[in-house]
Structures are given as structure tokens and as C-alpha cells.
């Protein structure tokens, strides 16, 4: 158990790093990431992060096309007239 309590502790403070954690006043972040702030911040005074339509272009998603796929184990055939 020694051995892997420095471990779960790395595990842990590399999960705080990329978390979105709000410590409101009053109450203490004992086991905080170095780097890390936490301090509460109202809502309703962050601005929203905007994107121009340049971004938007320069960025291309591309389109999933899952019914393009064929499922393993499955033939299509057409079927003869009868």
C-alpha cells in the first residue's frame, strides 16, 4: 500500500488539473493541484468565448458517415425476381 500511495496521488492531481473546480469562500481545497486556481468566480460575470466565421472555415468538421458502414457478419444481395 505504500508503494501506490505516491501513485494514486499523481493519478489524482493529474485529474485536478484538467477539472473544472470552484472552491467558494469559506471552505478549504485540501488536496489542490500546484498551478490550479479554484477560487470562485461569479457566473454572471464571465464573458462567453466567441468565435469569428474565419475560425468556424479554417476549421472543417468532418461528417460521420455511420449508415456507410457496413455491420460485420451481414451480406447485402439483391434478391432475384421470382
Do not use: C, H, Y
Not at 474565419?54 to 421470382?82: C, F, H, Y
Amino acid at each position: 500500500m505504500t508503494r501506490f500511495q505516491p501513485k494514486i496521488r499523481e493519478f489524482l492531481t493529474a485529474l485536478r488539473q484538467d477539472a473544472f473546480l470552484e472552491i467558494k469562500d469559506g471552505w478549504a481545497d485540501s488536496s489542490a493541484a500546484p498551478g490550479k486556481e479554484t477560487r470562485w468566480t461569479d457566473p454572471a460575470q464571465l464573458k462567453p468565448e466567441t468565435v469569428t466565421k474565419e475560425e468556424v472555415a479554417a476549421n472543417p468538421r468532418r461528417k460521420r458517415l455511420l449508415w456507410l458502414v457496413p455491420i460485420p457478419g451481414t451480406k447485402s444481395t439483391p434478391k432475384e425476381d421470382q
